[in-house]
């Protein structure tokens, strides 16, 4: 028994000294960071880089820490169900005695069990979603050089479970963070680094981690089926399409219509290939494949095809066809909604984070009563605009079935015909 204990000794103070030397080795001390309208800037940089907006604007975040802890955050309501074990919390992030409690699927009069789903919400959802909560009430941010280059420190004076941690975020070129160090009451050490990496972009525009590796042992985080969508406004989205008779314009075959008289178009859905016509030219356009397309001048094809040509049509056909089918569109990849209020009148923000000729705009639809759009207010990433409203009027139901518009309104008053419009199959 003796000799058993000895041995437990010498592990012991083995291990104490591994850990002793590994706190030496690897602990740093808090850099100090110069706060002021430089780190302000770095922030606001950081902050636009990781589409804060369209965070502010998410209606559910779900997902789930380490396989058992497992969430659905409803963030305009200020409520999330927290769920572990046999447990559920409908936590009220605003007033937590307002939050109930239920076990086995029954309501419970456990209060203890809300304080530890608020524990436990306040440190799961940093893993989440801390680069969007950088302006939160009771932060300080400061620059500090890190290996040659600007990083952002930010320190939480208040709030949390942890109030008085820093972390200092590590970005690329693009001012997106890629890790932090962290500097916390719950890690002993530290500087311990942590990745932000391996990121999933989700259907509300935001990004989202699906795992963190630390520098502490190589330890990893997972972070289960994290997604963010705006169910209200997809629904409102939804609306739209069936109004408009969405289905059919997917099945409709043939387009032909024309831009202001200057332009005309027929366009083989099927095929996604279209003819293009301005001025002496006509373009037999291949979008998905530009060198495919064929260049004809005065009714004469060119044998060495005018690739700026090519792209000049494309560029047309990207803007005249959303002159068209833009209320078709609100599904596309990269698209996000939103519900905006603009009047007194719910209006639907759809903004184009890919795609087209200019990512980045976004547009807000305004419905009439059957929620077929009559207007929409543009904002545009150039600047150019910012809710220059135009009307979507003179809508027809074409052979095919489905609804498009023919006429459009400025506000100063000009107009913007598209000719004959036709769907057919």
Do not use: C
């Not at 100090?32 to 975040?61: D, P, Q, R, S, Y």
């Not at 009563?369 to 545009?380: A, D, H, R």
């Not at 609804?403 to 598209?418: K, Q, W």
Request: negative net charge; hydrophobic residues 35%; without cysteine.
């Amino acid at each position: 028994m003796k000799k058993f204990f000895k041995i437990l000794a010498v592990l012991l103070i083995l291990i104490i000294g591994f850990l002793t030397i590994y706190y030496f080795a690897n602990n740093e001390d808090l850099p100090e960071g110069e706060k002021g309208k430089e780190a302000e800037a770095l922030a606001i940089k950081m902050f636009n880089a990781i589409n804060h907006e369209a965070f502010e604007n998410t209606e559910i975040i779900e997902w789930n820490f380490r396989n058992a802890h497992f969430y659905k955050w409803f963030k305009q309501k200020n409520s999330v169900e927290v769920t572990w074990d046999n447990n559920k919390v409908i936590l009220n992030t605003k007033d937590a005695s307002k939050s109930e409690v239920y076990v086995d699927d029954k309501k419970s009069d456990k209060k203890e069990l809300i304080a530890k789903a608020q524990s436990y919400f306040n440190n799961d959802s940093f893993w989440l979603i801390a680069p969007y909560k950088i302006f939160d009430a009771g932060t300080e941010r400061s620059i500090v050089n890190y290996e040659g280059k600007d990083a952002l420190m930010v320190t939480y004076t208040s709030g949390g479970s942890t109030p008085g941690d820093s972390y200092l975020w590590i970005l690329d070129e693009n001012y997106l963070p890629t890790s932090y160090k962290m500097w916390t009451s719950i890690i002993p050490i530290g500087g311990v680094a942590a990745t932000w990496s391996n990121l999933n972009r989700t259907e509300a525009g935001i990004l989202l981690p699906k795992t963190h590796t630390l520098s502490l042992f190589g330890l990893e985080i997972p972070i289960g089926n994290a997604k963010a969508y705006n169910k209200q406004a997809n629904d409102l989205a939804n609306k739209i399409l069936t109004a408009i008779k969405h289905e059919n314009y997917k099945n409709t075959k043939f387009l032909e219509w024309s831009f202001g008289g200057r332009r005309n178009f027929k366009w083989n859905k099927e095929s996604h290939i279209v003819d293009v016509s301005w001025e002496d030219f006509r373009v037999n356009l291949n979008p998905e494949d530009l060198d495919n397309s064929t260049v004809y001048f005065e009714g004469e094809k060119q044998e060495d095809t005018d690739e700026k040509i090519v792209k000049r049509a494309w560029d047309i056909f990207n803007n005249d066809s959303f002159w068209l089918v833009a209320p078709h569109k609100l599904f596309d990849d990269g698209v996000i909604r939103t519900l905006e209020s603009i009047d007194g009148e719910t209006g639907l923000r759809v903004t184009y984070t890919s795609g087209g000729t200019t990512p980045g705009d976004s547009y807000v639809w305004l419905l009439d009563e059957n929620f077929i759009p009559k207007s929409y207010k543009m904002y545009l990433k150039n600047g150019r605009m910012n809710g220059t409203p135009a009307t979507w009027e003179s809508w027809i139901t074409t052979e095919s079935g489905t609804l498009l518009p023919t006429n459009h309104t400025f506000s100063n008053g000009a107009t913007l015909s598209m000719g004959d419009v036709k769907g057919y199959n």
